[in-house]
T-cell receptor, first 114, second 112 residues
């Protein structure tokens, strides 16, 4: 099993450009999450999904949108990138919901917005 | 618990020694706690978890201790190896709750 995979691994955007980050998991997990990780801070939840066709806002959702059209995929979109969105983005999935099972993380996408 | 510092706390140990990494969590209602390991350039990796009805849990070379009275969690690594060098962070969650709260972490250096 590949676990959780993310594409791309690195990306540089200019302010105002858009992009989509793709997350895929092959563990048949219902729950998927998008986090950002900034220096010296803990992971912060952007959006999450509790199943195919569902999405919900996390702690820092502004400037991001998500879609979960297929159970194995969770897409994170930036419609108009801003320098404040420079970060490392991690996707995760879990078999059960919050507080019930651990999360499995992808390798991350390092995004720089100039 | 959460940290907004720019610099992570650092623990430096000699290879073969035991390591103890501490974490203060923020929500007294949290009932599920997890330790993750993150190597440079990689995603976090699950190490061990513990529920609030326990105060100790052991894995392979790792032990997690939970003190709910003072909201404190610790990770003990026995016979630390160079491959253990990484950032370790704790996470807390409430069963069925909105989110998992991740700490910023502690950087562990293992000297050969």
């Amino acid at each position: 099993n590949a676990g959780v995979t993310q594409t791309p691994k690195f990306r540089v955007l200019k302010t105002g450009q858009s992009m989509t980050l793709l997350c895929a998991q092959d563990m048949n997990h219902e729950y998927m999450y998008w986090y950002r990780q900034d220096p010296g801070m803990g992971l912060r939840l952007i959006h999450y999904s509790v199943g195919e066709g569902t999405t919900a806002k996390g702690e820092v959702p502004d400037g991001y949108n998500v879609s979960r059209l297929k159970k194995q995929n969770f897409l994170l979109g930036l419609e108009s990138a801003a320098p404040s969105q420079t970060s490392v983005y991690f996707c995760a999935s879990s078999y059960l919901g919050q507080g019930l099972s651990e999360q499995y993380f992808g390798p991350g996408t390092r995004l720089t917005v100039t | 618990g959460e940290s907004v510092g720019l610099h992570l706390p650092t623990l430096s140990v000699q290879e073969g020694d035991n390591s103890i990494i501490n974490c203060a969590y923020s929500n007294s209602a949290s009932d599920y706690f997890i330790w993750y390991k993150q190597e440079s350039g990689k995603g976090p990796q699950f190490i061990i978890d513990i529920r609030s009805n326990m105060d100790k849990r052991q894995g392979q070379r790792v032990t997690v201790l939970l003190n709910k009275t003072v909201k404190h969690l610790s990770l003990q690594i026995a016979a630390t190896q160079p491959g253990d060098s990484a950032v370790y962070f704790c996470a807390e969650a409430l069963t069925g709750g909105f989110k998992t709260i991740f700490g910023a972490g502690t950087r562990l250096f293992v000297k050969a």
